[in-house]
């Protein structure tokens, strides 16, 4: 191989094939436009390669949608001289890429666990031998393959592994810019090179301007530069003229007149080698004999036709009419059927057929939708199962179930379009029970967002059907759609007791069941908690539940007090997790069983990592996820997990409770911005939204004790109790102790006297399980009783303090801390009736004046208040006010 000044791009690549060799690995992108050399640069590197197992691959633009074909091309001939013997541990999990003997739930084996899997597999690979990778036009790899190179090359610094991929100008996308952190580019031919090089195929010295115009016609690329070589017999000045009309453009034209001129068996082997590559049945695609095909090769190699490169096929294929080009397409594809290649290779290629093809087509695209599903590439499993659709008659029960297999894929990455497909598909059946399985494809809590034509035809199936066990499974989805209706969520506790849970349908609508117990409240918690345990007990823990009604599960046991049911089944399931949606939302309910059994701390960091995983991108399902993130953030009060929460809402329609939690946590915001009474309008309004749907649980969605709050930091006591005793109230209804416990503390918070002191002292027995909540409640008793002189205050704050560092929560920690030493900037300081009232206009923005007429007294009383406030409260600053005046101890009755 001829390579000319690239002396400089060799010696990098040589440098880091060493490296790799002495154990640290590394990422080099050859880029540059079509024809510059990168193809010559990736064999030369080859032909160096001694010592280290070399793994090749060369991306097609038909065989992008081949979920892990790349990958396939650079793993499958070393696997399958090894056997199975590095396919353990981690790297286990790229089983499916190879079609290999393993079972696997198809609707669960997501894409990561395959790109995990292969990046443990190429890692075990390397520690026996260096590896070099070397993939030619990465531009048109398969997406799964280029996630999985992109993981890949963040460990090579590690390993002894080599990847250099060649990536044509032009191509532009999130996996390929990971790629150009190392780059090479080879830079034009000089007028030396280009003269050295005529001299060596014309055998001829070339004049200067010989020269000078092929260095300004090729620009020095060293494929069109080969191109108008084949065109010239003499580099001679006199040829001047005709190298300057071989522009590329032109050039593409004189190919294609060239091979009209070739015999025809020659051109259709050039036409077969466009549209299938270099494959061993391309003369078979030509209609050639092995002989036949061998000649043609010969023919087009010396009419300078050489068909193996990119730019020479490209013009072959666009000569072609579309008609013409279509025609090859398919028997092409078809060729590759009956000769039995994968599914997939296949498939890939029928996505450019547009003509119908037939059965096989059909079942082939199926069988590769399967694959793909194995392989955890859903998307490309959906754009198969709709080629698929379009051979299939829009009547039939086979379209059907194409359709709900594709809603199946659906699911994972666009959920709107599952439950619209799965409506196309349940009239197409013609049994009623098929109807309803392809309805119970739809988990229930996918349903929240279902338009009314879908609510309509669950009725209308479930009202025709026979079958018990669907009935129950269609009965569940039901009551979750009309979750919001307070008349059918009412009922819920009557209809608990008429089933026991003994089917897997009877289970899950028990979980809808409890789920609209717990919202509205109507049932006792400790009722709603023991059917839960039940019912959960005989689940068995695995990640997929995050794609079923269990998630609601989980949520009910946190909000009646039994969270620390539900610990060991999510530690399992979350262990098992190997994707990044099923960590997310298992983490997710994780942080709001940490929450709900005290342990702020944990709960914070599950909560982060599982926003952080999902990376702004909930698929499926999210509701059940985003309520239980919402009381978490709104609970810990934390600005950034509240900003990142609320960035992550999916642009969408929800249902009103849903909503009314989503503006909840932006009113938490705002609050803790000092917006205090645009805050409380909107928790205000947010509670009657809340009200109006039958969403009445305390414990969940704790609305009543944030307002009671706001309206202390306002300044109007006697709201923030009122608020507080119905908060007091709910609790009691639902029974709780982790909402008794709360809304005793907050009422006796703004209760004066022995009463108050009463409350707090009740809520401390009360929480006695919950130490985040404990705490809080004994640093409300504490100042109390610091307030009163009473000697018990320091041994009760010491608690406090002990409790909030064991749980995890630095901030009550820190508060405690400097109520301890004496410099809390107000927590057991007494106003009177007066300063208190004062110091609330204050807040509420009301200056000296305003506030002297609104309680008609003069301006200079106002001003002894509100210095007496701040001196109590130990401030300076009126923004101070607001945040000092909530931790104040209410005035004496």
């Known amino acids: 191989m001829i390579l000319l000044e690239r002396t400089g791009e060799l010696r990098r690549l040589t440098r880091a094939l060493q490296r790799a060799r002495d154990g640290h690995g590394d990422q080099i992108a050859i880029t540059g436009p079509l024809g510059c050399g990168k193809s010559a640069l990736l064999q030369a590197l080859h032909e160096r390669a001694g010592g280290v197992r070399v793994l090749t691959a060369t991306c097609s633009p038909l065989e992008q949608d081949f979920a892990f074909g790349v990958a396939r091309q650079l793993l499958e001939p070393a696997l399958a001289r090894a056997g199975d013997r590095w396919l353990t541990g981690t790297a286990g999990l ?15 084996a997501v894409e990561e666990a395959a790109v995990s899997g292969l990046t443990a597999l190429t890692q075990v690979m390397s520690a026996e031998k260096p590896i070099v990778l070397l993939i030619d036009d990465l531009q048109w790899a398969d997406d799964p393959s280029l996630r999985w190179l992109v993981k890949l090359s963040a460990t090579l610094r590690d390993h002894p592994i080599l990847l250099v991929a060649a990536i044509r100008d032009g191509e532009r996308g999130p996996w390929l810019e990971a790629f150009r952190r190392t780059e090479i580019r080879p830079e034009p031919l000089s007028a030396k090179a280009i003269a050295e090089l005529v001299e060596r195929r014309t055998g001829q010295t070339p004049d200067d301007e010989f020269v000078a115009a092929c260095h300004a016609v090729t620009g020095g690329n060293p494929l069109f530069l080969r191109a108008v070589l084949h065109h010239v017999t003499s580099p001679t000045a006199d040829r001047v003229p005709h190298v300057r009309e071989l522009r590329p453009a032109r050039l593409k034209e004189r190919l294609v007149r060239g091979l009209a001129t070739q015999p025809q068996h020659a051109q259709d082997f050039a036409k077969a080698v466009a549209v299938l590559g270099d494959d061993d049945l391309t003369g078979q695609l030509a209609g050639l004999t092995e002989q036949q095909a061998l000649e043609a090769q010969r023919i087009l190699d010396h009419a300078g036709l050489v068909i193996s490169r990119p730019a020479v096929r490209d013009a072959v294929e666009e000569s072609m009419p579309v008609s013409e080009r279509e025609d090859w397409q398919a028997r092409a594809v078809k060729l590759l059927h009956d000769n039995g290649r994968p599914a997939e290779q296949v498939a890939a290629r029928l996505l450019a057929v547009t003509t119908t093809q037939g059965r096989w087509a059909i079942e082939t695209l199926g069988e590769a939708a399967g694959t793909a599903m194995r392989r955890g590439a859903p998307e490309v499993a959906a754009r198969y199962l ?19 297999d594709l809603a199946t894929a659906e699911r994972f990455f666009d959920p709107a379009a599952s439950i619209r ?22 988990a229930p809590t996918a349903l929240g967002q279902a338009p009314r034509p879908v609510r309509d035809l669950i009725d209308q199936v479930a009202a025709d059907l026979d079958h018990q066990e669907l009935g129950y499974r269609l009965e569940a989805r039901q009551r979750y759609v009309w979750h919001a209706d307070p008349a059918l969520l009412t009922d819920s ?22 789920d609209a117990a717990m919202l509205t409240a109507r049932m006792p918690a400790h009722e709603v908690a023991d059917i839960a345990r039940t019912v959960l007990k005989q689940e068995t823990p695995h990640p997929r539940h995050v794609h079923s009604a269990i998630p609601l599960l989980i949520r009910v046991l946190a909000a009646a007090d039994a969270a620390h049911e539900a610990v060991p089944w999510l530690e399992q399931a979350l262990g098992r997790a190997t994707n990044t949606v099923e960590k997310a939302l298992t983490l997710a309910q994780q942080s709001f069983v940490l929450m709900h059994q005290g342990k702020p701390g944990d709960a914070h960091r599950a909560a982060e990592y599982a926003v952080d995983l999902a990376v702004l991108d909930w698929r499926g399902d999210t509701t059940t996820a985003a309520i239980g993130l919402t009381a978490v953030a709104m609970e810990l009060r934390d600005p950034k997990l509240i900003a990142k929460i609320l960035s992550s809402r999916p642009d969408r329609d929800e249902p009103a409770g849903c909503d009314a939690v989503y ?58 109790r009122e608020a507080a005793a119905e908060a007091w109230d709910r609790a009691v209804e639902w029974g709780a102790p982790v909402g008794i416990g709360r809304a005793l503390y907050v009422l006796g918070r703004y209760t004066p006297g022995g009463k108050g002191l009463e409350m707090l002292q009740e809520a401390v027995q009360v929480l006695h399980a919950n130490p985040f909540e404990r705490a809080k409640a004994l640093l409300q008793l504490g100042a109390r009783e610091r307030a009163d002189g009473d000697p018990q205050a320091q041994r009760h704050l010491d608690e406090a303090h002990r409790l909030a560092v064991r749980s995890g929560a630095g901030r009550l920690g820190a508060r405690i801390a400097r109520e301890l030493d004496g410099n809390s900037p107000g927590i057991a300081v007494a106003l009177t009736r007066s300063e208190f009232k004062v110091a609330g206009l204050a807040v509420q923005g009301l200056t000296n004046a305003e506030i002297a007429e609104e309680l008609a007294v003069t301006s200079r009383a106002i001003e002894k208040h509100l210095t007496n406030s701040f001196r109590k409260l130990g401030i300076r600053r009126r923004t101070e006010l607001a945040s000092a005046l909530a931790r104040a101890c209410p005035p004496s009755a």
């Open 421 to 442: 497909h799965i409506s196309y598909a349940v009239p197409l059946f013609r049994d009623v029970r098929d109807r309803a399985a392809a309805l119970v494809r739809i």
């Open 663 to 720: 503006r909840m946590l932006h009113a938490t915001g705002e609050a803790l911005a000092g917006e205090h009474a645009q805050a409380l309008e909107r928790f205000q309004d947010c509670g009657r939204v809340l009200d109006s749907v039958g969403w009445r649980n305390p414990v969940l969605l704790p609305w009543c004790i944030t307002t009671a709050r706001l309206h202390a930091q306002l300044g109007d006591l006697e709201a923030a």
């Open 94 to 108: 790229a089983k499916p890429v190879f079609e290999l003997d393993v079972q696997l739930d198809s609707a669960f």
């Open 386 to 404: 709709r080629r698929a659709l379009r051979d299939v008659p829009g009547d039939s029960e086979q379209r059907a179930r194409l359709l709900v």
């Open 493 to 514: 506790a009557e209809r608990l007791k008429q089933i026991d849970g003994s089917t897997p349908g009877q289970r899950e609508l028990q979980i809808i069941l409890l």
